[in-house]
């Protein structure tokens, strides 16, 4: 994590320094086909991937390759379908593993998504931890998936949901924070980077935090895996969730990472095939780790697909990702903050990945859908953050979000687009 206001040159470098750590962007970008595509008549400028990132021919042949060879069910049969099948699965879960640095595959539960793996938590270790008064902490910067099932275990069991504020760029105010945990508190859940405005939280603090008071952490990773190394050892989180399909896998495909002795403990989510060890009318048993949470046949393209996105990844090394989408960023911020009648909501020292921006006198839709006719892709809205929006009194904002195969060259042209906007509504 760098702080990008720290890094933000004082002379631009030219457009074409974009070959950091043998970061060779323009080589890269042939590796996704959708981007080769013409959008109304114009090459695509996608700058929509805190939303969804686009998938490299890796990941599109390891899922078709699954599907034209070794479709079959996981987990069951004898045949040999079955067993290769069988053998691609796990080793996703394995690759997933080493990713994150988890302790144990067994720790790895495969999800639909982030969305899934919170309410996952909420629903097991949230509905038999947390009692009436109780308290669950989380931050202003959540995505709703990280509010909302709070709130349906807050209603069910009488309990409360604290939220710890930030600052007017963004960032975390730690010293509330730590006020906000007292002894009520059951669960902290935070988000690790900001999805609407970008910050990067202070995580290893936070934990500390919490774990002095024993209170367990779940971090809701979806922004943070596709631009940082992720170490939940390092970190010593309790509860690590992300999705496939912003880290250039399949959709569909996340992740849940928890501490085995939590797991073990905690009662199943969904009940179903595999995740039982024996069945009758009187009583089930249930399976070991990670199948106890994984009822119902899995999505076995999804997880391959998944191992065949983090293999990419780490063939490019995270760190070179890292330093190349953080010179864009310090790049795309310098620039358009020096158009007039803009303001940048979120500018906290450390961010990732993510620029939102107002601009005066036009609603974020209209810069949006004038952008679009441009071939340019960015997100408006609320970014399912409304609470964020409430922070910073606005009912929106225009988000460009970067991924590793965004130039310079399309941060100018997304420029030039928004001049355009200027223009249209001078
Ligand atoms: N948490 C964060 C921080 C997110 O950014 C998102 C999705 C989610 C959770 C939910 O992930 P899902 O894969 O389960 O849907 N964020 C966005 C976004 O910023 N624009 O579209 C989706």
Redesign the pocket.
């Known amino acids: 994590m760098t702080s990008v206001a720290r890094r933000l040159p004082t002379v631009l470098r030219p457009p074409q320094a974009q070959n950091i750590g043998g970061f060779d962007v323009e080589k890269l970008r042939r590796d996704f086909p959708i981007l080769k595509q013409k959008i109304r008549g114009r090459r695509l400028v996608y700058l929509?991937n805190?939303?969804?990132s686009q998938k490299p021919q890796a990941v599109i042949d390891a899922i078709s390759h699954y599907y034209e060879r070794d479709n079959s069910n996981v987990h069951r049969g004898v045949h040999y379908l079955s067993e290769r099948a069988t053998e691609e699965f796990e080793n996703a879960r394995q690759t997933v593993q080493r990713f994150i640095n988890a302790a144990s595959a067994s720790e790895i539960i495969f999800t639909?998504?982030?969305?899934?793996?919170?309410n996952l938590v909420a629903q097991t270790y949230g509905r038999t931890h947390v009692g009436p008064g109780d308290e669950i902490l989380v931050t202003a910067l959540?995505?709703h998936?990280?509010i909302v099932p709070w709130q349906l275990l807050r209603d069910e069991k009488g309990a409360k949901l604290r939220v710890a504020p930030v600052n007017d760029s963004g960032e975390l105010l730690l010293e509330e924070f730590e006020k906000l945990l007292s002894p009520r508190t059951n669960i902290v859940a935070v988000?690790?980077?900001?999805?609407?405005i970008g910050t990067v939280i202070p995580l290893r603090q936070i934990i500390e935090m919490a774990h002095r008071r024993n209170v367990p952490v779940l971090v809701?990773g979806?922004?943070a895996v596709p631009h940082l190394t992720v170490d939940v050892q390092a970190l010593d989180c309790d509860f690590y969730t992300f999705?496939s399909?912003?880290l250039y896998g399949p959709?569909g495909m996340?992740v849940l990472y928890g501490k085995s002795a939590l797991l073990d403990a905690m009662p199943p989510y969904q009940g179903g095939g595999d995740m039982i060890s024996s069945v009758t009318f009187e009583k089930t048993t249930y399976n070991k780790l990670p199948y106890k949470f994984e009822a119902g046949t899995p999505h076995v393209a999804g997880a391959i697909g998944l191992g065949a996105a983090i293999d990419y990844v780490n063939a490019l090394g995270i760190e070179n990702l890292a330093a190349h989408e953080h010179d864009l960023l310090a790049y795309a911020t310098e620039k358009v903050s020096a158009l007039p009648g803009i303001r940048v909501i979120g500018t906290a020292k450390e961010k990732a990945a993510v620029l939102s921006f107002m601009l005066d006198g036009v609603h974020p839709h209209d810069v949006g859908t004038i952008l679009d006719q441009e071939g340019i892709a960015i997100?408006t809205g609320h970014?399912?953050?409304q609470p964020v929006m409430q922070r910073f009194e606005v009912p929106a904002t225009a988000?460009a979000?970067f991924a590793l195969y965004n130039t310079r060259e399309e941060v100018d042209v997304l420029v030039e687009g928004l001049q355009r906007v200027q223009e249209v509504f001078a």
């Open positions: 929509d805190a939303a969804t639909r998504g982030t969305t899934e793996g919170i959540e995505h998936s990280n988000t690790h980077i900001s999805n609407a809701d979806a922004q999705s399909h912003k959709t996340g997100r970014h399912c953050a988000r979000s």
